[in-house]
């Protein structure tokens, strides 16, 4: 066979049972996830969890303790962040404040010695899509948060890298731009079919971004899914208490004891908006209400008043809420069931 007929390597990202432990602290433990090239991928999980860490690990500005990490088929594990073939944005735009908008953007090309004209060329092209070919002058104390921010993108953008890492890139930014951001950064990825991999503790980044998210807990990897799977079947109790607002309700099975017969120890998981009101159903007093607007968010307690578990429902802001006799019901359909292991 011809070597040199084969198909490129997709420039897809894979870690191979990689972990990195610290003197005090298990950082990542036995990850192993493949992050497809093209795609946008998100590393999703509360403070402490372990993403920063596997992002710099894919970025080359650590090293793993054990593992493998591959790009387009070819092992980077301990090669420098500059001969990997990837940019990076981070939370801090890490922008030089004594360089304009058009010098930061070129950082990067000026360091390898790309050719002036190619640069010009690429400058403005970039420029023109992100927005920015007004404000090439300027400094960055002259710039909104926003556009600080376009000017990080753009400078990732300009390497022309298959692959971009992004950490927390929209932190610093109010919540009006923050959401504007998101659908740019998203169109961008696909425009330029970049592989993305976006670190966020924020589920309504992930779940509008991704194509998959990387569930992380305490260094392990939880669950791999889209947003949609995800939301429809958490692995366990972990992704099902993390996405959702407010979270699935997780009911323990001697709550519904004499309702419904379930194994010991195993949890009922319900979504407050998969809950209604009936004449008959699971008996509930009504703990609180909270008005939304379109919807109200009904606090109720279910089993006995000594011990009362406490459940959460989305209903519509017009349904009347008597205090006695109320019952709730849901569809077989949206219930999950949870182990003793807290596994799906
Ligand atoms: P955050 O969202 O708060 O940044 P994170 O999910 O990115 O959190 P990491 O920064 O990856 O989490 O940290 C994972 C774990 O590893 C934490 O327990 C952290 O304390 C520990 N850790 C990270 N870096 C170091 C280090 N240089 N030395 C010791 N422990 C570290």
């Known amino acids: 066979s011809d070597a040199g007929e084969a198909s490129p390597l997709p ?14 602290a298990v950082a990542l433990d036995d990850v192993a996830v493949s992050l497809p090239e093209g795609r946008f991928s ?4 509360p403070s402490g969890c372990g993403k920063s860490t596997l992002l710099r690990l894919i970025a ?8 493998v990490i591959r790009l387009a088929g070819r092992d980077i594990t301990r090669l420098p962040p500059a001969e990997r073939d990837l940019s990076m944005v981070f939370q801090s735009y890490a922008l030089f404040p004594h360089l304009n908008v058009a ?19 690429r400058l403005e092209r970039v420029a023109r899509m992100m927005g920015l070919w007004e404000l090439l002058d300027r400094r960055p104390s002259q710039l909104s948060g926003g556009q600080q921010q376009r000017v990080a993108l753009a400078r990732a953008v300009i ?7 992004m950490d927390e890139p929209l932190s610093n930014l ?3 731009l923050r959401a504007e951001m998101r659908v740019e950064i998203r169109a961008l990825q696909k425009r330029l079919g970049l592989t993305m991999v976006y670190v966020t503790h924020d589920q309504v980044e992930a779940m509008t971004m991704a194509d998959h998210i990387v569930v992380l807990d ?3 990897v939880q669950q791999v899914a889209t947003p949609r799977e995800l939301y429809a079947a958490p692995a366990n109790t972990f992704c099902a208490r993390f996405i959702g607002t407010p979270p699935m309700n997780l ?4 709550a519904l004891a004499g309702q419904r017969a379930l194994p010991e120890g195993s949890m009922l998981g319900i979504r407050p908006e998969d809950i209604a009101i009936g004449a008959n159903g699971v008996p509930a007093r009504l703990a609180d209400i909270e008005y939304l607007g379109a919807d109200q968010l009904a606090t109720f307690e279910i089993g006995p008043e000594t011990a009362p578990t406490r459940l959460h429902a989305r209903l519509p802001a017009r349904e009347a809420l008597g205090d006695t006799g109320l019952h709730l019901r849901w569809h077989t359909e949206a219930e999950h069931l949870f182990g003793a292991d807290g596994q799906r």
């Open 218 to 220: 305490k260094g392990r």
């Open 103 to 121: 010098e930061n953007i070129l950082f990067g090309l000026s360091v390898r010695r790309v050719r002036k004209a190619e640069q010009r060329q």
């Open 174 to 176: 109010d919540a009006k």
């Open 251 to 254: 009911i323990p099975a001697h």
């Open 159 to 165: 390497s022309e890298r298959p692959v971009c890492l």
């Open 11 to 24: 420039a897809g990202l894979s870690l191979h049972q990689v972990s990195r432990r610290f003197d005090s």
């Open 60 to 67: 080359g500005l650590d090293t793993p303790t054990s593992g």
């Open 42 to 45: 998100v590393l999703l999980g």
